[in-house]
């Protein structure tokens, strides 16, 4: 397929996020206004010095950057624009339903509100909802280089705002961070109504989605890419329809793959897995969906039933309901039957 056609192809389909953390589409030029306006220094000295210190060799590498940047997040009004430009970048994408990540580590840490920051991510949320026909539901990820009592305090901040968040998560430095560090916050998070999803063999072993299955129960796992060195794990995840949410840009920056022609998610749909396309962090790794899509296509040479299943699998990974599935399911179906 030509790629100018492919990019159209992927252009048009209705797709769903749900791997992306809000404070990773925080792009360059954004961070040097709101720096300017909340009168903090950055360490680079120019958008673009700041863009050539976006090369990575590891996660590790990766967080340190991002948590710096996000440093500049300040006022309510700081998450609400963070989160707008998002809303509207993937808008143009033709992305219609998102489940986002927020890490309230990384504020209240820095002593910002979780109040400061669910607000002003919720009121993009909505709006986005409104104007631009986005539907949302939003995922307060854990730290995992902190302790688990850090998480509990988290918890124990987010319990007021429980009605506007949907699960949790586990992110950050996956390696020495196992699942089983967080068995009793997640226990006590599915108490309070949340679902549950961890990161988990990204660069961590197979081993660690085990734990996120059996330890935390969790409903998908993010990332997952290591489940193919080991079969009783990949029967696992098909006997259950667990969903892997895959972030193929993500993997060739931090290097979990070597280059993009090695993805697994091909493998992964022919084994009949629940495989899914997302950005991860856009702002840094180069692209936002449907430039994950085009790379993946392009390198894997997928063909149109191949992103028409890896579009349906992202709604069916959703916490929609059956009948908006069901309706998202068929818009694409239709889709891609007017493309003959
Ligand atoms: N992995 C772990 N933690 C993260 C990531 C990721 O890809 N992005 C933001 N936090
Ligand atoms: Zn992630």
Known sequence: MESSQLKEIIQGIPKAELHLH???SFEPELMFEMAKRNNITLDYDSIESLKKAYKFNN??????????GAQVLIHEQDFFDLTWEYLTKVHSQNVVHVEIFFDPQTHTDRGIGF???????????????QELGISFKLIMSYLRHLSEEKAFKTLEQSIPFKDWIDGVG?????????PSKFVNVFKASAEQGYKLVAHAGEEGPADYIWEALDLLKVVRIDHGNRCLDDEALVQRLLDENMALTLCPLSNVELKVIQKMEEHPVAKMLKKGILATIHSDDPAYF????????????????????QLKQLAINGFEASWLSSEEKVKHISRVDAYFD???
């Open 170 to 178: 586990l992110d950050s430095s996956e390696m020495g961070n196992p």
């Open 115 to 129: 109040d400061v920051v669910i607000n002003g991510i919720r009121k993009a949320l909505e709006k986005a909802k």
């Open 338 to 340: 007017s493309l003959h």
């Open 59 to 68: 996660l590790q590498e990766f967080l340190d950057i991002y948590y710096t």
């Open 22 to 24: 809000i404070e990773g």
């Open 286 to 305: 180069g692209g936002y969906m449907n430039e994950n899509y085009y790379e993946t296509a392009k390198a894997l040479n997928l063909n149109k039933d």
